[in-house]
């Protein structure tokens, strides 16, 4: 079962930031919600993850809404080499379960 | 660090055939996972490690299908005899502990792709 929605693809300019939503409506209260993006030809690579307050790290920004049925990931300034399929996950756990994921191209 | 490190990178083999995957994970890392991907699946958690030991291997399709750790720098999953169906990239991630409910990040190795012919 799906647990979190995504847009199937999205484009974003080099140099502005992207934002990249996520819908989880059915999330639970001990899950987390986690971002990985894949590169092509490469395995994913973890980004960010949270639970119910903003997160920021060197690769991204977490925006979760305070019901927590919705997040946005926050690339500040998009390179072309952000190029990739991006996952939106929520989970307790080990158990992450990648669903189709967000193919996000950055265009110069 | 040089990551998790998996071999080899592209497997060619005749249907019923032994496959060996192999995965070094990074050194500290004590949980360690094999995932499947396809086109038409995704990403697929086929069995998972916590201090060499498996933990939950429900994901593994079938009888076939069998996956080891003898020690904390090295893992296998092999495929006997394999099938065409099997063809897919199989990943290798570790990651530090995993304290319930929250794990901090998996590192992925770059993956096996796998054809059985």
């Known amino acids: 079962d799906a647990k979190t929605t995504q847009p199937p693809s999205m484009d974003c300019a080099e140099g502005r930031a992207a934002n990249l939503p996520c819908n989880h409506s059915?999330?639970?209260?001990?899950?987390?919600v986690y971002w990985y993006r894949q590169i092509h030809s490469q395995g994913p690579q973890y980004i960010i993850h949270g639970l119910k307050n903003n997160e920021t790290n060197e690769m991204a920004s977490l925006i979760i809404t305070e019901d927590r049925k919705s997040s946005t990931l926050i690339l500040p300034h998009a390179t072309l080499r952000d190029t990739a399929v991006y996952y939106c996950?929520?989970?307790?756990?080990?158990?992450?379960?990648f669903g189709a994921g967000t193919t996000v191209t950055v265009r110069a | 660090d040089a990551g998790v490190i998996q071999s080899p990178r592209h497997e060619v083999t005749e249907m019923g055939q032994e496959v060996t995957l192999r995965c070094k994970p990074i050194s500290g890392h004590n949980s360690l996972f094999w995932y499947r991907q396809t086109m038409m699946r995704g990403l697929e958690l086929l069995i998972y490690f916590n201090n060499n030991v498996p933990i939950d291997d429900s994901g593994m399709p079938e009888d076939r299908f069998s996956a080891k750790m003898p020690n904390a720098s090295f893992s296998t999953l092999k495929i006997q005899p394999s099938e065409p169906r099997d063809s897919a990239v199989y990943f290798c991630?570790?990651?530090?502990?995993?304290?319930?409910?929250?794990?901090?990040?998996?590192?992925f190795g770059s993956g096996t792709r796998l054809t059985v012919v």
């Open positions: 996950i929520v989970g307790a756990g080990y158990k992450l379960s």
């Open positions: 059915t999330i639970s209260g001990n899950e987390y």
């Open positions: 991630a570790s990651s530090l502990e995993v304290w319930e409910p929250v794990n901090y990040g998996y590192t």
